[in-house]
């Protein structure tokens, strides 16, 4: 059940933004109401209000997320990008090339 509060919320230990608001606080009490035990749809309504809600108020704006794009030719074995390379064991001095020329393309 997705429920906000835990990272939202005006008491909320992960609330890292400390965003509180009184629309805020109405919103997510919408969607923990005992009204969503009753009706499926209405928990989901109030979520989608919450969320245009706070995506509104731009609580939360990300500055280090980014898509980072690698092409790699498909001669290329044990290639991985990740933080956790070491912890996985795939550091790059474990790439290697399968064949001298670089795979050509089958029309």
């Not at 995506?55 to 498909?74: C, D, F, G, H, S």
């Not at 290639?79 to 290697?96: C, I, S, T, W």
């Amino acid at each position: 059940d997705p429920d906000p509060y835990g990272t939202a919320g005006r008491k909320a230990m992960f609330n890292y933004t400390r965003f509180a608001s009184d629309e805020n606080d109405k919103l997510m009490a919408e969607i923990a109401s005992p009204k969503t035990l009753e009706d499926p749809n209405y928990k989901a309504e109030a979520l989608i209000k919450w969320q245009e809600y706070y995506i509104n108020q731009a609580v939360e704006v990300p500055l280090t997320y980014r898509y980072q794009l690698y092409p790699v030719n498909k001669r290329v074995k044990n290639f991985y990008v990740g933080y956790d390379a070491e912890k996985l064991g795939k550091m790059v001095h474990l790439v290697e090339l399968t064949a001298d020329a670089p795979i050509k393309a089958k029309n």
